[in-house]
């Protein structure tokens, strides 16, 4: 995610570091690669100037020439600058309202709308236990229709069928109906994408929101767009009052500049970003821990989040305890592992929250084929037996060549995971042994 800028950055707080003195000249130069690596990410002019103008101010200031490490109090800046660009403190949706608590979204066609319905729709349910029901008010594509009562199926929410016969307005008034009678929490109401320069579409759905008044009005943004989204983020602004801002994409090569500029230009907080084209893409927008990202300090605290969500505590605990009582880590225990760390959204996705310096190192490795391999070790597993997987020793030549043809690989792919378990569980009796007790408490603080 924003590589470029990132490793910039990243490459600009190292030096800062390393200075032991700050002076004119030095700071000067720095302050110089931040606004180029601003101008080369995209971010628009009049906030770039204003951002450095900004950290030259602090810069200069006693508190960092006072400093016993100049350098690192000046990271300090550009971080906690960065944040406040950013919007400072994470927005979070607002639910102060009667339920249903009312979201509708806007934005151009392809910005990623009717995915982030899908995608917010599954984040509510699971997050907060929201009871969630989507409509379409898009009523020039059936196919628009069709998507989203996909989605919304996909993320085991409610879906209030319309037909492009209908008129919004009638859509939405009967969705609400619906949801307040089936108390519902939640109605998130996706519309058709449309241009601000439309004059007709953008009555439309400023009559919608003067009918739903929505608690919050989400737009959508294709974080690949640059300045432009953010223009148009701008342009809607003046004729709907938004809430917040949803930006997507951003696990694609976007320069990053929309995630710095929006709330600048717009006013509007960005509220949540697309990080895929799966349903679990998506998370909620932290602007300190962006900030820690983009500077190559990682995100450990979404790290450790997401390791709690995918971590079925119950299942840990239930392998903490069989290890406790002494018994043998087996091949099911193994897959249970392989598992919780699909369920973490990929290794890639993990590489992405960490500080650059290790970012560097699992960059080496390659990525995609890790992945490969993760799967590969999955399906062996999985045309094991149980039995076999409780007692792996058992497995001897005609079982390794039954359990090859069922995965599809070679009966030496079988031998070399065998080998690899080998090796894990003499590490985990190693463990059973001595330290884990320790360790699951060094864990747990
Ligand atoms: P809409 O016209 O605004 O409703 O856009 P869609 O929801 O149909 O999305 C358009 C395309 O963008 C689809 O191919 C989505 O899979 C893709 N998309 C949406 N959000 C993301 C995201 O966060 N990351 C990536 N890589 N693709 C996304």
């Given at each position: 995610?924003?590589?470029?800028?990132?490793?910039r950055?990243?490459?600009?707080?190292?030096t800062?570091?390393?200075?032991?003195?700050?002076?004119?000249?030095?700071?000067?130069?720095?302050?110089?690669?931040?606004?180029?690596?601003?101008?080369?990410?995209?971010?628009?002019?009049?906030?770039?100037?204003?951002?450095?103008?900004?950290?030259?101010?602090?810069?200069l200031?006693?508190?960092?020439?006072?400093?016993?490490?100049?350098?690192?109090?000046?990271?300090?800046?550009?971080?906690?600058?960065?944040?406040?660009?950013?919007?400072?403190?994470?927005?979070?949706?607002?639910?102060?309202?009667?339920?249903?608590?009312?979201?509708?979204?806007?934005?151009?066609?392809?910005?990623?709308?009717?995915?982030?319905?899908?995608k917010?729709?599954?984040?509510?349910?699971?997050?907060?236990?929201?009871?969630?029901?989507?409509?379409?008010?898009?009523?020039?594509?059936?196919?628009?229709?069709?998507?989203?009562?996909?989605?919304?199926?996909?993320?085991?929410?409610d879906?209030?069928?319309?037909?492009?016969?209908?008129?919004?307005?009638?859509?939405?008034?009967?969705?609400?109906?619906?949801?307040?009678?089936?108390?519902?929490?939640?109605?998130?109401?996706?519309?058709?994408?449309?241009?601000?320069?439309?004059?007709?579409?953008?009555?439309?759905?400023?009559q919608?929101?003067?009918?739903?008044?929505?608690?919050?009005?989400?737009?959508?943004?294709?974080?690949?767009?640059?300045?432009?989204?953010?223009n148009?983020?701008?342009?809607?602004?003046?004729?709907?009052?938004?809430?917040?801002?949803?930006?997507?994409?951003?696990?694609?090569?976007?320069?990053?500049g929309?995630?710095?500029?929006?709330?600048?230009?717009?006013?509007?907080p960005?509220?949540?970003?697309?990080?895929?084209?799966?349903?679990?893409?998506?998370?909620?927008?932290?602007?300190?821990?962006?900030?820690?990202?983009?500077?190559?300090?990682?995100?450990?605290?979404?790290?450790?989040?997401?390791?709690?969500?995918?971590?079925?505590?119950?299942?840990?605990?239930?392998?903490?305890?069989?290890?406790?009582?002494?018994?043998?880590?087996?091949?099911?225990?193994?897959?249970?592992?392989?598992?919780?760390?699909?369920?973490m959204?990929?290794?890639?996705?993990?590489?992405?929250?960490?500080?650059?310096?290790?970012?560097?190192?699992?960059?080496?490795?390659?990525?995609?084929?890790?992945?490969?391999?993760?799967?590969?070790?999955?399906?062996?597993?999985?045309?094991m037996?149980?039995?076999?997987?409780?007692?792996?020793?058992?497995?001897?030549?005609?079982?390794?060549?039954?359990?090859?043809?069922?995965?599809?690989?070679?009966?030496?792919?079988?031998?070399?995971?065998?080998?690899?378990?080998?090796?894990?569980?003499?590490?985990?009796?190693?463990?059973?042994?001595?330290?884990?007790?320790?360790?699951?408490?060094?864990?747990?603080?």
């Open positions: 995610m924003l590589d470029n800028l990132s490793q950055l990243a490459r600009v707080v190292k800062i570091k390393g200075e032991a003195r700050l002076t004119e000249a030095n700071t000067q130069e720095m302050l110089r690669e931040i606004r180029i690596a601003l101008l080369e990410a995209d971010v628009a002019l009049p906030v770039v100037r204003d951002f450095v103008a900004k950290v030259r101010e602090k810069a200031g006693q508190d960092v020439l006072q400093s016993l490490t100049p350098g690192q109090a000046l990271v300090g800046i550009v971080n906690r600058e960065l944040a406040e660009l950013m919007g400072g403190k994470a927005a979070e949706l607002s639910f102060a309202t009667q339920p249903p608590a009312i979201i509708l979204m806007a934005g151009l066609q392809g910005a990623g709308k009717t995915t982030t319905v899908g917010l729709a599954k984040w509510l349910r699971e997050n907060l236990k929201k009871k969630v029901l989507t409509v379409s008010c898009d009523v020039y594509r059936p196919a628009a229709i069709e998507q989203l009562r996909t989605v919304t199926e996909q993320a085991g929410a879906f209030f069928p319309s037909t492009p016969q209908q008129k919004p307005a009638d859509i939405a008034r009967d969705a609400l109906q619906w949801a307040k009678t089936h108390y519902h929490d939640v109605l998130l109401v996706d519309t058709a994408g449309r241009l601000a320069i439309d004059e007709q579409m953008m009555a439309e759905i400023a919608l929101h003067a009918q739903l008044k929505p608690i919050e009005t989400l737009f959508v943004v294709d974080a690949m767009q640059g300045q432009d989204a953010v148009t983020a701008r342009a809607f602004n003046e004729t709907l009052p938004l809430t917040g801002v949803v930006l997507t994409k951003l696990d694609g090569d976007s320069r990053g929309a995630a710095l500029s929006v709330k600048a230009i717009t006013g509007k960005i509220k949540f970003v697309g990080v895929g084209e799966k349903l679990t893409g998506l998370e909620s927008f932290h602007p300190e821990r962006m900030a820690n990202r983009i500077l190559g300090m990682g995100d450990i605290v979404s790290l450790v989040e997401e390791a709690q969500k995918a971590v079925d505590e119950k299942s840990a605990k239930a392998l903490a305890d069989k290890l406790k009582s002494g018994s043998r880590f087996d091949l099911n225990d193994f897959l249970q592992q392989l598992g919780q760390m699909k369920r959204g990929g290794l890639s996705s993990l590489v992405d929250k960490l500080p650059a310096q290790f970012q560097a190192a699992a960059g080496q490795a390659d990525m995609g084929k890790a992945e490969k391999e993760l799967k590969r070790m999955q399906g062996i597993i999985h045309s037996t149980r039995a076999e997987r409780a007692k792996p020793d058992q497995i001897k030549a005609s079982r390794k060549r039954r359990i090859a043809t069922g995965a599809g690989v070679q009966v030496q792919d079988v031998n070399r995971l065998l080998a690899q378990f080998d090796q894990m569980q003499s590490m985990m009796k190693k463990m059973q042994k001595g330290g884990l007790a320790k360790m699951m408490r060094g864990m747990k603080g």
